[in-house]
Antibody, heavy 122, light 109 residues
């Protein structure tokens, strides 16, 4: 059974760097085809894809936030880390960790973490 | 950049009625990488449909997906009380690599 869970600070100050960790089980990020991504959702608003890391350590980011995002993996501990620099109040929202199916012709997110709410405020 | 526009923004129906939700892409694409998610209040989204028309594991048969080109549809044959939620469509392959629509809220009439 695949599970993912996000952890990290609930409150960050403007200009600070956010670091979130996704701890997962039920699959290996070393297996060909596997990918883990991050999606966020401001309160009452739509979902926004942030980025994805693949089993081979390739990474993709949304262009509008590319300069602020870094996704990395700690395979031995089944974790993926998201860092976002220069946080602003507009970055307030729930951040979800997601699993993309191993079959590379399937481009959706079949398992989601419960999400973690991050508030940016001084 | 492919923009997904969902309509209507809010759909008000009674249980037992048929629901039709639309997702329109700003440009046509050849792949079928359209997925639909259901989000209950306070919860993470849940995958319903992938590859335009395939039901995910656990998705009831009353849900169906269809479409091609620029117009995609999620249908619920007979809405059940647990179906009232927000629905999002998602596409893969443009810029950004994954994009979501703004959502359709299905509410009780």
């Amino acid at each position: 059974q695949i599970t993912l869970k996000e952890s990290g600070p609930t409150l960050v100050k403007p200009t600070q760097t956010l670091t979130l960790t996704c701890t997962f089980s039920g699959f290996s990020l070393s297996s060909p085809g596997v990918a883990v991504g991050w999606i966020r959702q401001p309160p009452g608003k739509a979902l926004e894809w942030l980025g994805l890391i693949y089993w081979d350590d390739d990474k993709r980011y949304t262009p509008s936030l590319k300069n602020r995002l870094t996704i990395s993996k700690a395979t031995s501990h089944s974790q993926v880390v998201l860092t976002m620099t220069n946080m602003e109040p507009e970055d307030t929202g729930s951040y979800f960790c997601v699993h993309r199916p191993q079959v590379t012709t399937l481009q959706h997110f079949d398992y989601w973490g419960q999400g973690t709410l991050v508030t940016v405020s001084s | 950049e492919i923009v997904l526009t969902q309509s209507p923004g809010t759909l008000s129906l009674s249980p037992g009625e048929r629901a039709t939700l639309s997702c329109r892409a700003s440009q046509s694409f050849r792949n079928t990488y359209i997925a639909w998610y259901q989000q209950q209040r306070g919860q993470a989204p849940r995958l319903l449909i992938y590859d335009t028309s395939n039901r995910a594991t656990g998705t009831p048969a009353r849900f169906s997906g269809s479409g091609s080109g620029t117009v995609f549809t999620l249908s619920i044959s007979r809405v059940e009380p647990e179906d009232f939620a927000v629905y999002y469509c998602q596409h893969y392959g443009g810029s950004p690599l994954y994009s979501f629509g703004q959502g359709t809220k299905l509410e009780v009439k």
